[in-house]
């Protein structure tokens, strides 16, 4: 079966050599593709994390817990979350706020002092148009 090709052997090494050259290139391919997914992966599921914490500034959380990220010897996102938590919290929505206070179309009780407090302390949408709303009634 081994039949060996005495004629033109130099086409067959050429193609040979072209087939591996090709072969190389799809394996570098398939690396840089299996690396872009692990990465879009890994950012989903930050984003994820970083939405479920009540991030205020998702860009800026982002790079910073990406940064955390990649000076641990064992990527931990949760734990670099809670990290990002303690040390700036400014990025995150206050937790000790009521998440029930009012319904939309409904007027915050005590005022638009208390209407404008309420939607600073929160940083929730809802509070700051009834607010708005608020204030432009009176």
Partial sequence: MDEVVHEGDGV???RVLSLERERDALAE???ASEAAVG???RRAALDALLADSEVVDLEAARLLTEAAV??????DLAMAVEDLRRHRPYLFRCRGVDEGQG???????????EA??????????????????????R
């Fill in 70 to 75: 990649e000076q641990m010897d064992e990527a």
């Fill in 103 to 113: 319904v939309m179309g409904e007027e915050p009780e005590g005022g638009p002092v």
């Fill in 39 to 41: 990465r879009l992966e």
């Fill in 116 to 137: 404008a407090r309420r939607a600073r302390a929160s940083g929730h949408r809802r509070d700051l148009l009834a607010y708005l709303r608020l204030r432009r009634s």
């Fill in 29 to 31: 391919r398939l690396s």
């Fill in 12 to 14: 067959v090494d050429e």
